[in-house]
């Protein structure tokens, strides 16, 4: 397949006109003032102009609210739009430290569809607001649209240089506001905790710490895997040009409305970002210029973040190498757990997380870095929960004991793609010609897997491979703990594999799946022919559960979701290799 940069295609797209038109993107209703008779009105706040709780019911109570326009740091033009959350009743020349969240949703008339009836800041972050006290504890709380959503301009750009200016001035600006200290910390969680991840990487010493909830580590890897899309490479931008899109409130501030309708000026914007993600280069600058992980050497802006190993989301790829990059005081929590914040709760009210401390954490964590306020309680580094559901404190992550380089050996598949059936030899003989099997013998001793497993091998055919780590107990009752894909672009491969913290109980055994691309999360185009594998090598990077020391946690109830999502009845075939016991730490 030919390769497209992303250079090439701007220029194609800003040619073409865009078929179909923005839903809603503007607003008929005449704007009005906020500094006129408000009677019978809602009010709408300005710069010069704050707004109370009791003027408008969308401002939290204990608050007024303020709107801003300043440019982005990169002279494009770009204006972004702020809305500022101050203690009601914070003295006139006091200073307070600032909380800021950048992103895609914080729109006045709602985060992913339109769902207010007035106009007002958004309560993406109410769950912050109210669980930490935020405004009590002395705190401002800025929530910034990044460039193309909400009240600012621009094209929006997916993480990409735009968004990083954005990310920039808007701490910047934060920082040099007269009720401000200097001091910002960043929160968010997906979207907004990439942009987190981007403040981390924009150098800025005002920036004392970030607060990063399943963030992207890296786009590319968010979108692909060595050439194969995911579904969300097409969803992702369809979603976020159906927020740029959405129409504005009746009593919306004028300014505001008029940098929302930027879309309808310049339709060359959402046909870009439909275009950009399905580039399957991962050199192309496109890519390149979206990897927090790789643009994080050198940072050290403290940071706290959560990632589940088990997500269906934001996937954990490209983390291990942001961590490695990064040079800064770090805070975790990592476990079994899908797309949740750290506070959520299950509808039976259990902690999704299994923890019940995030808030008294962040906020331990945002004293300490902004306020310079000695922490009280003592928290892990590193929270770590294995599929066991056992919480463990680790000053680092991943911690292991020994890295094992496994010989797999050779073997065949036919690259029959999703949705294939056995043929009638296969059903007849009990073999599936789709893929083929590895097995360790019986571990002797539990032993984790932790941090990124990777696999090696030599490829002979055109098409996809997809390797798959199995769990599997002596009835043969197995689940699939981890998996990624690859074009066969190349004979020699390098796959690496989601970053895990799985433990294999004694008297399991390792099974490695190699084989089409028939199952999992994926847009993949088989070319039905006979692939050969040799020379297989399975790195791992092992760890001893014994020498865990606990740490105060529940059982993240998504476990027993993903356990029945990823089950599999397998025939265990001869062991051909052996998962060595992980030893000692030195």
Request: proline share 6%.
């Amino acid at each position: 397949m030919r390769k497209r940069s992303a250079a090439t295609a701007a220029a194609m797209i800003t040619a073409c006109a865009v078929t179909g038109a923005l839903t809603g993107a503007a607003v008929a209703t005449p704007g009005r003032t906020t500094d006129g008779d408000r009677t019978g009105k809602t009010a709408v706040a300005t710069a010069a102009h704050s707004v109370t709780h009791e003027e408008n019911q969308r401002v939290p109570e204990g608050t007024r609210w303020t709107q801003h326009y300043f440019p982005s740091s990169d002279g494009s033009g770009t204006e972004l739009h702020a809305d500022v959350l101050l203690p009601e009743g914070l003295p006139e020349g006091a200073k307070v430290p600032v909380i800021m969240s950048a992103g895609a949703y914080f729109g006045h008339s709602g985060e992913m569809e339109v769902e207010e009836e007035q106009a007002g800041p958004s309560g993406r972050f109410q769950d912050l607001l109210e669980g930490t006290d935020l405004f009590d504890k002395g705190y401002a709380f800025v929530m910034v649209d990044t460039r193309g959503f909400g009240g600012s301009t621009g094209c929006l750009d997916l993480g990409g240089p735009g968004d990083q200016a954005d990310v920039k001035a808007a701490i910047d600006w934060s920082s040099k506001q007269p009720w401000s200290t200097g001091a910002v910390g960043m929160y968010g969680k997906s979207f907004d905790a990439y942009t987190g991840l981007l403040g981390n990487n924009a150098k800025d010493d005002a920036l004392k710490a970030v607060v990063a909830q399943e963030p992207i580590w890296d786009l590319y890897q968010h979108l692909h895997s060595n050439g194969v899309l995911r579904p969300n490479s097409v969803q992702l931008p369809t979603s976020y040009n159906r927020i740029a899109g959405l129409a504005q409130l009746p009593d919306e501030d004028e300014h505001y409305r008029t940098n929302a309708a930027y879309e309808t000026k310049h339709p060359e914007c959402l046909a870009l970002n439909s275009f950009g993600p399905t580039i399957g280069d991962p050199e192309d600058p496109y890519w390149k210029d979206r990897s927090p992980a790789e643009k994080a050497k050198g940072t050290d802006t403290p940071l706290l973040f959560t990632q589940g190993t088990t997500e269906t989301n934001t996937l954990p790829v490209g983390m291990e190498e942001f961590l490695d990059n990064h040079r800064g005081p770090q805070r975790a929590w990592i476990g079994p757990w899908d797309h949740v914040r750290g506070n959520d709760r299950t509808q039976d009210g259990k902690f999704a997380m299994g923890r019940a401390t995030w808030f008294k954490e962040t906020m331990s964590f945002f004293d300490e870095h902004l306020k310079g306020i000695d922490p009280k309680v003592a928290y892990p580094n590193y929270a770590v929960q294995d599929n066991l559901g056992h919480w463990r404190a680790e000053k680092s992550w991943p911690t292991e004991n020994r890295s094992a380089n496994l010989r797999l050996g050779n073997g065949s598949y036919l690259d029959s793609g999703a949705g294939s059936q056995p043929t009638p030899l296969e059903e007849e003989t009990g073999r599936d010609a789709g893929s083929f099997y590895v097995w360790s013998e019986p571990l002797k001793a539990a032993t984790r897997v932790t941090g990124t497993p990777r696999i090696t091998m030599t490829a002979k055919g055109e098409g996809n491979v997809m390797v798959k780590l199995y769990d599997v107990d002596p009835d043969g009752n197995a689940v699939a703990f981890d998996e990624r894909v690859s074009r066969l672009d190349q004979d020699q491969l390098d796959i690496g594999l989601k970053s895990t913290d799985w433990t294999l109980r004694a008297g399991h055994r390792l099974a490695v799946e190699i084989g089409s691309v028939r199952t999992g999360d994926w847009l993949d185009t088989p070319s039905k022919q006979k692939i050969r594998i040799s020379d297989a090598r399975l790195h791992l990077p092992l760890d001893n559960p014994v020498e865990d020391t606990a740490t105060d946690g529940d059982r993240a109830p998504w476990i027993d979701t993903y356990t029945q999502i990823n089950a599999a009845k397998l025939t265990p075939g001869p062991a051909t290799f052996t998962v060595p016991p992980a030893g000692t730490r030195r």
